[in-house]
């Protein structure tokens, strides 16, 4: 009897003891005061979210060899969240030579004795009716805004920004040179002595990425600054660049002559914001 | 028996009592227990301050605005106390602002920044380039400092330097560089942060530059190369540009900048001079081979016209701020 209840109080003794909660050894951290809890930006302006915007831009090719163009267009875009959006753009516009195209133009294959017709090289005068030209673009795009935020400009002016980066499909409607075959050096329809056939459209496409800017202003306006590639082959100096050898060319203006261009560009904006006033967090 | 048995319970059950938490934390900001030597009850019945003011002032309490604005009705604590309103539209502008401090100060300090350069604007040479760049801040905002880059063997030719002489026989000149080195004068007129998905805040700035310096520069023989080669030469370039640093820490920070340098560029001849003699020597013009002013191994027939030239350059880095530490002005 009394070795039973030896047992019985060492038994009890044990679970009171395996019941004791731990000691608390590691202090807690309490932020105290007007700032505990308090989200990392207060009253933050969401110039996005739920929001329309409509970009009136004009857009300038870069790095051109033979034609610079400046397209006018818009962008329309939806944001879906305060960082992610989708949209479109649409440019159209025109062209001009570059230095290299002039020269092109003012040399001519009438400079050249005893020849009076190239496929590659232009007569005098007649460099525009082989240089592709850029009539429009289009882009479908989805956009991602990771960075948001503020500066100040002289110390005097503040303003909001967002820098985002874009992706989607691009569609381009560029002028070619017409395809023209002299495989056979003989003179005729297809291969005219001293005079071009017409030239020929078609829509090319190819992705379209890049990024850019947006400060505002206030609530319904902006700046926005943006880069955009749309890489996709075309023929933009409307040569013969193809056949079994550099030497040695097929003597046809076809598709083989087409080359990668990363056709980049610059686009300036005036973004409009609908509806006018922007929700603030709390 | 029952009775130690209870009792032996009993202190098996104390085991059982949650124990104290060590970690708590001791301090209490309950002010209801006196605060005998500092209130911030500005009710009136503070006795040091009301006690020591009173006799001169009236027994004036309060804050500071009610001191500028003059005696106040004496309260006591029996008494009900009505709040002052108080007209600030007579006080002076306030002139000390609640303004964050600028997370990186650049008064005073150094910047080291190593860069790689790419040129934008040629289509027929990429120029590459390795550099480094020294600044020093005058001010927050102005700055000086000097700049070095080295292109040699790092320059690109494109493909159209093929295609467009096979096609339209027209040979493009073309130079290379050696290195480059300028002084600058820097201006920063805007700073900002930005978030990214609204979790981190960077800091970054913009900065306009401009200077002059020099390019050591010679034309690629591409007209005559069985027969010319050039030597390098020094070319006077003026800079402007603008540029970026996005700070990862106080003292380093990425570094984008596009800077143009423009300058006069010798240029190979496009014309080949038609005699043939290499004997420096020959003067007689009238013979076969020609002489040597218009021979063309002479190469004082080599360079052509100087054209005004563009080097637009990218260059991106990471600027490294010393000393590491600053001290602000005022505290935070």
């Known amino acids: 009897m009394k070795a039973t209840k030896i047992v019985l109080l060492v038994v009890l003794a044990s679970l009171g003891f395996s ?57 329309a875009e939806y944001n879906i969240l305060d960082w992610l959006s989708a949209g479109i753009y649409f440019g159209g516009g025109f062209g001009w030579r570059t230095g290299i195209a002039d020269q092109i133009n003012d040399l001519g294959i009438d400079d050249v004795p005893g020849q009076d017709y ?18 429009w673009l ?37 002028k070619e040179r017409g395809t023209t075959d002299c495989s056979a050096q003989v003179t005729g329809p297809s291969c005219p002595q001293d005079d071009y056939l017409p030239m020929e459209t078609r829509v090319a496409v190819g992705p379209s990425f890049g990024g850019g800017v947006t400060v505002y202003f206030n609530d319904w306006i902006g700046l926005n600054l943006e880069y955009r590639s749309t890489p996709f082959t075309w023929n933009q100096s409307g040569t013969d660049e193809y056949g079994e050898s550099e030497v040695v060319l097929d003597r046809k203006i076809d598709s083989n002559d087409r080359f990668l261009a990363w056709n980049q560009m610059m686009t300036i904006g005036c973004t409009f914001i609908f509806p006018f006033t922007a929700e603030r967090t709390n | ?23 708590q934390d001791e301090m209490t900001f309950d002010d209801t227990g006196g605060g005998d030597e500092m209130t911030f ?38 008494e009900p106390v009505e709040e002052a309103v108080i007209d600030t539209s007579a006080l002076p502008e306030p002139e000390i602002w609640a303004v964050q401090q600028s997370y990186v100060l650049r008064d005073g300090r150094f910047e080291l920044t190593p860069t790689y350069g790419i040129s934008l604007n040629d289509p027929f040479v990429t ?64 700073y900002g942060k930005l978030t990214i998905f609204n979790e ?22 591409v007209v005559d190369p069985e027969v010319r080669t050039f030597d390098f030469g020094i070319r006077v370039a003026a800079n402007i540009g603008i540029g970026a640093r996005i700070f990862i ?57 100087s054209k005004f030239t563009n080097d637009m350059m990218l260059f991106v880095g990471a600027s490294i701020f010393f000393p590491f530490t600053f001290d602000y002005e005022y505290p935070k």
């Open chain 2, 127 to 190: 120029h590459n380039a390795f550099g480094i760049k020294l600044g020093w801040y005058i001010t927050e905002v102005l700055g000086i400092g000097a700049s070095f880059q080295w292109y040699q063997g790092l320059d690109a030719e494109s493909e159209d330097n093929f295609h467009i002489p096979r096609s339209f026989r027209l040979v493009v000149p073309i130079n290379e560089y050696q290195l480059g080195a300028n002084l600058h004068f820097s201006y920063v007129p805007i």
């Open chain 1, 118 to 135: 190239d496929l590659n090289f232009p007569l005098r005068g007649h460099v525009d009716n082989q240089l592709g030209q850029l009539q």
């Open chain 2, 41 to 78: 009850d500005d009710t009136g019945g503070g006795e040091e301050t009301g006690g020591e003011t009173g006799g001169e002032t009236g027994g004036e309490t309060g804050g500071d605005l009610a001191g500028l604005l003059g005696a106040a009705p004496t309260t006591t604590s029996e």
């Open chain 2, 249 to 305: 820490t106080k003292f380093v920070a990425v570094y984008i900048q596009y800077l143009d340098f423009m300058y006069m560029e010798r240029l190979e001849n496009l014309a080949i001079a038609p005699s043939e003699t290499t004997d420096q020597n020959d003067n007689d013009c009238e013979d076969a081979n020609g002489c040597w002013a218009t021979s063309r191994y002479n190469d004082s027939t080599w360079l052509g016209e």
């Open chain 2, 200 to 221: 981190w805040i960077f800091h970054w700035d913009c900065f306009i530059e401009g200077g002059v310096g020099f390019l050591y520069t010679r034309p690629i023989p």
């Open chain 2, 1 to 23: 028996m029952m009775k130690r048995w209870f009792g032996l319970l009993g202190l098996a059950a104390l085991w059982g009592l949650p124990a104290p938490a060590w970690g």
């Open chain 1, 19 to 75: 019941a004791a909660p731990r000691a608390a050894r590691a202090q807690e951290i309490q932020l105290e005061g007007p700032l505990a809890g308090a989200p990392a930006v207060r009253r933050m302006v969401l110039y996005r979210e739920g929001r329309f915007f409509l970009t009136p831009s004009v857009t300038f090719t870069i790095l051109d060899t033979y034609r610079r163009h400046m397209l006018f267009g818009a962008k």
């Open chain 1, 138 to 174: 289009g882009a479908v795009e989805g956009r991602v805004i990771p960075l948001r935020g503020k500066f100040s400009l002289f110390g005097k002016l503040f303003l909001a920004m967002d820098v985002y980066v874009n992706l989607g499909v691009g569609i381009a409607g560029v």
